[in-house]
């Protein structure tokens, strides 16, 4: 079946640290890959996506490429901001089946 | 508004009672999820549904659950006879159908949740 496999948080870091968490799925077929981000008192909402092997995704700083050898897609940000400060989910869809991982919750100190 | 909307926001409810949440998607999708995300856990899957095909129901915990979804639009979520383990955010998100069952955007629209306590 399709799974997706997060980093567990919470993660914690200070302004202008990098930021990475990891997340590898399971997935027969050739699914797409997205990350959505929870902020406080917030809907999810879509941060990037991609839909094929070796596409990368970007949006706002954030990136993350679709490594198909190491079934990956892990979510790095150069320089995070207070602002970052939210619960972050990776997900994958395989046919319209929209699986997420378990979130993890970033926490940006200044 | 253009967004999914869910109601009750909040629902306090007292174990054994049932209970309804509502979901409204945006107009023109085709497609609709039913997701409960817990204290401390991710999103976890109840439900699909995709215009008038069969729902996927294999994510619904118990037999107590249930949804339908009325003429492809309003779905609601129903769960009879409720424990204190049904405490939780229930998250619902609709979408385009994609063509030939292909993620094309893939992008899922969430509402706000409704926050349902059992006590």
């Known amino acids: 079946g399709n799974s997706v496999t997060q980093m567990e948080g919470p993660v914690t870091l200070s302004e202008e640290a990098f930021l990475t968490i990891n997340c590898t799925y399971t997935a027969t077929g050739y699914p797409s890959l997205f990350w959505y981000v929870q902020y406080p008192g917030e809907g999810l909402q879509l941060l990037l996506k991609?839909?094929?092997?070796?596409d990368k995704g970007s949006n706002k700083g954030f990136e993350a490429t679709y490594r198909k050898e190491t079934t990956s897609f892990h979510l790095e940000k150069g320089s995070v901001q207070v602002s970052d400060s939210a619960v972050y989910f990776c997900a994958l869809s395989n046919n319209n089946d929209m699986r997420f991982g378990a979130g993890t919750r970033l926490t940006v100190k200044p | 508004g253009a967004g999914v909307s869910q109601s009750p926001s909040n629902k306090v409810t007292e174990k054994g009672k049932d209970v309804e949440l509502r979901c409204d998607p945006i107009?023109?999708?085709?497609?609709l999820y039913w997701y409960r995300q817990s204290l401390g856990q991710g999103l976890e899957f109840l439900i699909y549904?995709?215009?008038?095909?069969?729902?996927?129901k294999s994510g619904l915990p118990s037999d107590r659950f249930s949804a339908e979804r009325t003429g492809g639009s309003v779905s609601t979520l129903t769960i009879q006879r409720t424990q204190q383990e049904d405490s939780a955010v229930y998250l619902c998100a609709s979408s385009w159908r994609t063509s030939g069952g292909l993620a094309n955007t893939g992008e899922l629209f969430f509402g706000e949740g409704s926050r349902l306590t059992v006590l």
């Open positions: 549904f995709q215009g008038n095909s069969a729902p996927d």
């Open positions: 107009s023109g999708h085709t497609a």
């Open positions: 991609a839909t094929k092997a070796d």
